[in-house]
């Protein structure tokens, strides 16, 4: 009688296939010369007496120099809630079927993207300047409040709106790309059931569009938190940067104190990134394969093999089935 070798013998367990890798010498050769030279560059950093690892280490906790990245913390904080709040309202003028709120909001887009930041900020530290007093009143009237404009207007205030109002010009037209990615026939199917246009904004519309929002906001805030140190420019000087250029012209060592800077604002935007990484996660859930069932080798289960197993007629995990 003919035996079937298609089917395994009864009692038998059949073998699993040990699949070797495909031998890859390019790969390996790459990774060798990368890391060749990444052992050149930590040699030549902690090898140079240049940088005097000595100064670095000692001012890296110096006062003057966590005072100043305090500032620096507080500068891209403050500027960066304001922006944000400018930039919605930005990209909902844009969205607008009002034709002057379009205008007005393109405007202001166009001019803060078409001028550079540092010409904006000494614009902001000349303010005193241009205009002496402000004033709060009937226009082309009697004033009724009257302040100098110095006393109201430091140099902190002005590089906090100064650094708020040229980032609004860009995340608006972030937010605004986030907005219209949402399907327009949400918000239809919304206004069918009565929904306000506030509400189907603040529960429809903004929960979804921060998937796309949250990665190139969180770039912007990275970048924020180094164009801080353009603000010399109003000037305001108690910045990271600043505090350590200060110092190291004092004691004529520049370079152990720009490593002093460089080091708190990795350490910073390494935090930052972090922190970016979970709000990616958050508000990635459901569109993504970050939450998505796994097997037990590690690999995302697609939709088709999770809808097999919620059915409840395989094992847990597909890839360990064979057909007999």
């Known amino acids: 009688m003919a035996t079937d070798h298609t089917r395994p013998v009864t009692g ?15 790969r390996l050769i790459f990774a060798a010369v990368v890391a060749v030279l990444a ?23 110096d006062v003057t120099v966590v005072r100043g990245v305090g500032w620096t913390l507080l500068l891209t904080v403050a500027s ?9 309202a930005l990209a909902i003028m844009r969205r607008s079927d009002n034709p002057v709120m379009r205008s007005v909001a393109w405007f202001y887009i166009w001019f803060f993207r078409g001028t550079p930041i540092f010409t904006q900020l000494t614009f902001w530290g000349l303010l005193g300047v241009l205009y002496p007093r402000l004033s709060l009143g009937v226009p ?28 609004a010009a860009y995340l608006a037209e972030i937010f605004r790309s986030g907005l219209g990615g949402v399907d327009a026939g949400q918000a239809e199917a919304a206004r069918a059931l009565g929904m ?63 490593m002093v800077a460089a080091i708190w604002y990795l350490a910073i935007t390494s935090v ?53």
């Not at 998937?211 to 000037?235: F, Y």
Request: no cysteine.
């Open 140 to 167: 082309f009237g009697p004033e009724l409040v009257v302040f100098d404009t110095n006393d109201v207007f430091n140099a902190a205030y002005a590089a906090i709106l100064g650094l708020a109002l040229n980032e």
């Open 80 to 88: 960066m809630v304001i922006a944000v709040v400018l930039a919605l």
């Open 196 to 258: 306000k246009e506030s509400t189907i904004l603040r529960r429809i519309v903004l929960p979804q569009a921060m998937r796309v929002i949250v990665p190139p906001t969180g770039n912007e805030t990275i970048s924020m938190l180094k164009t801080t140190s353009l603000v010399l420019a109003i000037p305001f000087t108690l910045d990271l940067t600043f505090a350590t250029n200060a110092v190291g012209n004092r004691l004529f060592l520049p370079i152990p104190l720009l």
């Open 12 to 26: 038998e367990v059949p073998e699993l296939i040990r699949a070797r890798p495909v031998p890859r010498p390019g």
């Open 272 to 324: 930052l990134m972090v922190g970016q990484h979970y709000l990616e996660q958050y508000y990635g859930r459901g569109f993504d394969s970050a939450g998505a069932p796994r097997g037990n080798r590690g690999r995302v289960l697609g939709r088709k093999q999770r809808a097999i197993l919620a059915a409840g007629t395989t094992k847990d995990d597909p890839f360990l089935e064979y057909t007999p």
């Open 39 to 61: 052992a050149m560059a930590v040699n030549a950093l902690a090898t140079n007496p240049s940088f005097r690892w000595d100064v670095v280490w000692l001012y890296l906790r």
